[in-house]
Antibody
């Protein structure tokens, strides 16, 4: 089945760094834009970052600019999110999500979602 | 505070219709396609509507989407108890150069 599998979450002290990974299965990963979306406990969905299919373009939410870096390795069918200078307010379940549009990153619809990896920022 | 505005909650009796609004602006909804997601507690969101009014394979035609100007709407007809969930709208925002989500609407079936 088409699937996204996130990993790398955990409990991390404020100010530290963490790298999330998302491995894709059973679709042409290199042909689609990919995204990270987070959800704080009991809160709504919040887009974090997106990257085009060929990694030529990357976009970030304001809170992520300068702290987070999105990247991808199409040879490994894997998406990454490097998170630096983590804050307690970054505590959330982080989902990776596939852009619905073939060939780029339109950012209008996400048709495949992983189950998420939990990041808890606390001392 | 979300860029897209949704009502926090809506309710209707089983078998009835509920319409969820999503209000935005010229930089997002008015000039881009809208998507809608359904999320049950403890599970990942599921795409219900893309390109404003299209349904992915497997989504029943009880779910429909539309747009007028800078507002979009998700309609659910023939409401079922299994439709009790949180619903989110989303689109691309040209000013922010990013995807924006509404805060979500919790639907309750009476």
């Amino acid at each position: 089945d088409v699937q996204l599998l996130e990993s790398g979450g955990g409990l991390i002290p404020p100010g530290e760094s963490l790298r999330l990974s998302c491995e894709a299965f059973k679709f042409s990963f290199g042909s689609y834009g990919m995204n990270w979306v987070r959800q704080a406990p009991g809160k709504g969905l919040e887009w974090v970052s997106g990257i085009s299919s060929g990694a030529n373009n990357a976009y970030y939410a304001n809170f992520a600019k300068g702290r987070f870096i999105i990247s991808r390795d199409n040879s490994k069918n894997t998406l990454y999110l490097q998170m630096n200078s983590l804050r307690p307010e970054d505590t959330a379940l982080y989902y990776c999500a596939k852009d619905e549009d073939y060939g780029g990153l339109r950012g209008e619809a996400f048709d495949i979602w992983g189950q998420g990896t939990m990041v808890t920022v606390s001392s | 505070q979300s860029v897209l505005t949704q009502p926090p909650s809506m309710s209707a009796a089983a078998g009835q219709k509920v319409t969820i609004s999503c209000s935005g602006s010229r930089s997002n909804i008015e000039n881009n396609h809208v998507s809608w997601y359904q999320q049950f507690p403890g599970t990942a969101p599921k795409l219900l509507i893309y390109e404003t009014s299209k349904r992915p394979s497997g989504i029943p035609d009880r779910f429909s989407g539309s747009k007028s100007g800078s507002s979009a709407t998700l309609a659910i007809t023939g409401l079922q108890t299994g439709d009790e969930a949180d619903y989110y709208c989303a689109t691309w925002d040209r000013s922010l150069s990013g995807t924006v989500f509404g805060a979500g609407t919790k639907v309750t079936v009476l």
